[in-house]
């Protein structure tokens, strides 16, 4: 693993503090029968930060995530984004938050500038919006040349920014990131977390869950959840002192040695 | 609205970017219709037969011309004895052979009654149960004829009847029957493999995430299979308009409409599969495993439902196709109109919304 050290313009600190938190969960807790997935998620993530989501598998990112973007009901607790309320206005949230998995979820079949236009469109922006946000996006990524090649002809790590330019496309307030760097080289990783600073200077919220620690690092803060419940949240440096440790790697494996969940 | 056309594009562009599926898609029919029309024809032509006149008169010679005029039989040689019509047998040299015994003219005259000798080589039943049935309307209609010049009513042989297909033609039977097929596979499988694809590439979990209502995903997904399988109606009704001298008898806008049922029962059903199945593997074999079957099976093309067990006969109501194929033999080959097949059109438009709510109902529940 190479040496690198992000340089963090916009951290969780500098963003002025007037601005209401974008998520706020209290108590968010998801069941399936007997087995509680998520136990009583309490958190904030504001405006503008890149919020780390660690766990090991199992754990119950997914599951929290999956609440957080209104594909779950959750079972009990309270959670807001961008202010609307995950149990009544999810129709609301789903306008204002974007999501990239970690199958990257472009059509290979399809064009780079088609992909761009699709998304764009069951958006709802209208068609002269998509065409500059068309011809934006593709001048931002360098990818000019390669607007009419299929995507299925890119490389993966073209493929990854592609699918996260596409994932904000429609300007969200939040975009759900969900182990974004899965197969990618850690070259072609640091040039993604570049287009990730890029979109948090401009204040987008970003939630993130993902297994390498050094992309912890990268993060202004992070939360590690064990067994469904968040073990530890706070910014990676205060992590390390907390815990005794001076990197990540440690910290996680310290507290996530102790889970008693098999691993899905 | 502009959400939806988007959606719809971007199907229409997976459909035409897959060539390979856009060929089988269209080839299907074509092959279908050539090959039940045509290598798999129930149709027996120049059949070798031969023929024993011991009466000579202007009647059998008549009827021998009627027999050898059609292109059903060919004449190979004239017996002169029972020796030589047992080695034409054995040689397998012919496959048929009709005899008129001596006295055959005779009895016509007297007694208005008369025996033909007709023996069939039965090593190949359904063979020879069909040639005879050949030479049975070959007599039958010289028996009309001469009856209408001679005003003497003439007894030959038992008279037959075949309606509505009265040349014995194999391509009446088998076209609503391809129809059925053709349309079943193309809409459950493309429909449930499109479905399934999204969720193979994790792109379902964006469409769910987007505001982008469920029910448009849905629309979007059966647009294109609705159009291909519009076309595909055609050009069965076209080829075997052409081809099998097979002519819709009754309305076409009928015929249509039903087959639109149809078509959109059969995608409901696809994308019931789609629900549940998490490959597109998955989804194709379901498809193949669980619809072409009963289609080929319980439809009534193959083989008679009437001939089946009780238990087949009440599980193949459940099977839209076996309404189908009943609507598309009455309108097509019989003309016959909306009254004939009003109860049927309703089971099938029942079916329909049936199937559609409970795959909407199921479609929604994953969200959640």
Partial sequence: MPDITPNISSTATNTPSTAPPVIVTDKLTKRFGQFIAANQLTFQVNKGEIFGFLGANGAGKTTAMRMLCGLLKPSSGKASIAGFDVYTQTEKIKRRIGYMSQKFSLYDDLTVSENIRFYAGIYGMSIPQIKEKTAQLLQELGLEKEAKTLVSDLPLGWKQKLAFSVSIAHEPDIVFLDEPTGGVDPVTRRQFWDLIYHAADRGVTIFVTTHYMDEAEYCNRVSIMVDGVIAALDSPTRLKQQFGHDNMEDVFYELARNAKRKAD | ?368
């Fill in chain 2, 1 to 368: 609205m502009q959400q939806l056309l988007t959606f719809i594009r971007k199907e229409f562009l997976h459909v035409i970017r897959d060539r390979k599926t856009l060929l089988m898609l269209f080839g299907l029919p074509i092959a279908q219709i050539v090959l039940f029309g045509f290598a798999l024809s129930n149709e027996v032509k120049n059949s070798r037969i031969a023929v024993a006149d011991y009466s000579k008169d202007p009647v059998t010679t008549q009827i021998i011309n009627e027999i050898a005029s059609g292109n059903y039989f060919d004449i190979q040689r004239t017996l002169q004895s029972a020796a030589q019509l047992e080695s034409a047998f054995k040689k397998g040299n012919i496959r048929m052979a009709v005899i008129f015994p001596a006295n055959f003219s005779n009895d016509l005259t007297h007694t208005g009654k008369a025996t033909i000798q007709v023996i069939a080589d039965a090593s190949d039943p359904n063979l020879a149960t069909t040639i005879t049935n050949y030479i049975t309307r070959i007599i039958n209609n010289f028996n009309t004829q001469t009856a209408l010049t001679a005003g003497q009513p003439l007894q030959i042989i038992p008279e037959m009847q075949f309606l509505y297909n009265p040349e014995l033609k194999g391509a009446p039977n088998f076209v609503p029957g391809v129809m059925a097929l053709v349309l079943m596979l193309v809409c459950t499988m493309m429909t449930s493999v499109a479905i399934v694809k999204e969720k193979e590439l994790g792109t379902m979990e964006i469409l769910l995430v987007s505001p982008f209502k469920p029910i448009y995903i849905i629309i979007s997904k059966l647009a294109p299979n609705l159009i291909i399988s519009i076309v595909n109606l055609f050009i069965i009704l076209i080829l075997s308009a052409l081809f099998l001298d097979l002519q819709v008898k009754g309305s076409i806008l009928l015929l249509t409409f039903d087959s639109m049922l149809f078509i959109l029962t059969s995608l409901s059903i696809g994308l019931l599969l789609s629900i549940n199945a998490k490959t597109q593997q998955a989804a194709m074999m379901a498809s193949l495993m669980g619809m072409m079957l009963p289609t080929m099976l319980l439809t009534g093309f193959l083989f008679p439902i009437e001939n089946m067990p009780v238990a087949l006969q009440v599980l193949s109501n459940l099977v839209p196709s076996r309404w189908y194929f009943i609507i598309v033999k009455k309108v097509m080959l019989k003309g016959l109109g909306i009254t004939a097949v009003w109860k049927e059109t309703l089971i099938l438009a029942g079916m329909c919304l049936l199937l559609f709510a409970i795959s909407l109902r199921r479609f929604k529940i994953r969200l959640q």
